[in-house]
Every structure is written in C-alpha cells, then in structure tokens.
C-alpha cells in the first residue's frame, strides 16, 4: 500500500494545532528563549529521494542535542570501539544535564547523548581534529549536502555565559581523568556545536544515511558499516530523548534525537527519516507537540520498528 505522506503531515499539523500553547521554550539558554512556541515544521526524507513537509519546515533552528547524534557518528567513524571505554551505553534514567551519576561511576558518563557524554565525545574529536565543533559543522554539511549550513554566534555565546552545570560537568570528569582537552575549551567547542542551526528537511536528509545502514542514500558513500549504523540506532531508541526514552518508544517506537531548541530527529529504518520541529517543550525538555506529531506519523502511517 503506498502511503500519502503529504496528506498525513497536514493531518498531523491540523491535529497538534491545540498543544502549540501547551509547551515552554527552554529558557535557561537565554537566546532560545525569544523564538515562539507557536512554530511546527515536519520533513520526511525519504531513501528514494522524495521528500514531504508541512509549516515551518523550512525555517532554521537550534539543532542542539541533536548535534550529539552526528558528532558521535563522526567519532565512532573515526575511533571505533575504542570510544566505549569512555562513555557508556545504558539509559540514565537523570536530566540530560545531570552530574549526580558521574560522581559513583567515576567520570564515565552513561551514555552519548547526555552532556557528560557529548562533552567526552567532544573531546575526542578534538584529539583527532583542528576544532571538534568545525569537525561536526563540516560533517553535517556534508551530509545534507548544505555548505551554507551554519553556527549561531548569539546562541552559542548565550550558552556559554550560562554553561555552569556543563563546566561542572566537565570538571569532574576532568578531575576523573576523563577530558584530555582544557575544560574551557571542550566547553566553548560544545557550545558552539549546539548552536548550529539548521532546518527539518536539512535534519531529515542529514540523517538518513542512519536509516539506510550507515550509507548516505543519495550519494552511495558509506559513512558507517550496517553493525555500527545498528548500533547507533540502539542508542537513539533507548538514550536519544533523555530520561523519557522509554516513554517515548512506547508512544513512537522509532529511534530518535531531540534537542531542547524543540528539534526531533527520527528514523524509520530501511525506508525514511523524519524531522520535526516546535520550540514548546515538556516537563522532560522534548518538543511538546513534536512528540505527538511523531505519535501520530507512527500511527497513521503503521510504520515503526516493532
Ligand atoms: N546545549 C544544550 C545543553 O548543553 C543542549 C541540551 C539539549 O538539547 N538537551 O544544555
């Protein structure tokens, strides 16, 4: 049965139009708290090239987290392996922005997709490149095949005066011997990372090489080999949404990566990927009404890994 994707995505818009009240812009970068809650954009990128979108799919936003999906890609690329012997692979169960874990577990965060995990991948990176935060800019350029693709200086400026319990962070797994680059360093990188903006339909298409077992599926390089690709996939569906990713499998049941600028970034592997955006976030830090945007796709299109 063909699916009609267009029609679903302006169903799912007439039907979220309710909840674009209901979340809160993250605040606590102050920048991203002037963008309104009322915007909604969703892009499905599909592996034979087609596209579909609906409202504000178009327009930039703070990738944020989302970010820790590719600058993990280009480490695991890079390093392989060898990256689990400093960050973990279980759910945390904590904020993303949590320190209380790292103190027992002696500086090894639990996974990728935390700060403490983001700011050690970043840290790799930077063992390997010029500058990590140009590394993963370059990368998601490539990816989605956008030179012009971009950091926000006022975002990540924003976020680095306000970078405290990041600093934190990074300081204890410094003092763990866990950060091998000057805290202030791995800090200003990660901020700018965050910071980059980009698009749904440029997220979507970023992707989906994720979907299509590591190969980016409109020019045939292979980025990753189909294990790894597996792999991060595992990692998105139990880590990638903070600490309501079990929720959030219940609900979408697709791998996915959110981001506090309101961003979600999910896959359907072996056919699409899918991107949706609105700043109001819930009590969690995920896009209020992205999340049921995705619930919706889900259910209309049964379409989801289970
Ligand atoms: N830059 C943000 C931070 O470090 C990213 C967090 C997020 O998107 N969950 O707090």
Redesign the pocket.
């Given at each position: 049965m063909t699916i009609d994707y267009q029609q679903i995505l302006e169903d799912i818009h007439q039907e979220i139009q309710p909840l674009l009240s209901q979340g809160k812009v993250a605040t606590y970068?102050p920048e991203l708290s002037k963008v309104s809650p009322q915007h909604f954009g969703m892009a499905v990128y599909c592996l034979d090239g087609r596209s579909y979108m609906v409202g504000d799919a178009q327009q930039k936003f703070s990738t944020?987290?989302i970010t820790k999906l590719f600058a993990l890609s280009l480490a695991f690329e890079r390093e392989g392996n060898a990256i689990w012997k400093r960050v973990g692979r279980e759910p945390s169960g904590n904020p993303?922005?949590s320190l209380s874990q790292l103190e027992y577990e002696r500086g090894i965060p639990r996974n990728p997709f935390i700060?403490a995990g983001a700011l050690v991948i970043n840290d790799i990176l930077a063992q390997r490149f010029v500058q990590a935060d140009i590394a993963v800019l370059q990368f998601m350029r490539m990816l989605s095949n956008e030179v012009k693709i971009d950091f926000d200086r006022e975002v990540a400026i924003s976020?680095e005066k306000h970078a405290h319990r990041?600093s934190a962070i990074a300081h204890l797994m410094k003092d763990f011997g866990n950060l091998h680059n000057p805290v202030d360093s791995v800090i200003a990188s990660?901020?700018r990372q965050?910071s980059i903006t980009m698009t749904c339909l440029e997220l979507a298409k970023a992707g989906s090489f994720l979907a299509n077992h590591g190969t980016i599926p409109w020019s045939g390089n292979k980025i990753l080999d189909s294990s790894s690709a597996k792999r991060l996939n595992a990692l998105m569906l139990t880590c990638g949404t903070?600490d309501v990713a079990g929720d959030f499998a219940f609900r979408v049941g697709l791998p996915a990566k959110?981001?506090?600028?309101g961003g979600i970034l999910a896959l359907v592997p072996g056919e699409l990927a899918v991107c949706v955006w609105s700043p109001g976030l819930d009590p969690a830090?995920n896009s209020l009404a992205g999340v049921m945007a995705l619930e919706l796709f889900t259910t209309m299109t049964a379409r989801s890994i289970f």
């Open positions: 970068i944020q987290s993303f922005n700060n976020e990041n990660y901020c965050c903070y959110s981001g506090v600028g830090g």
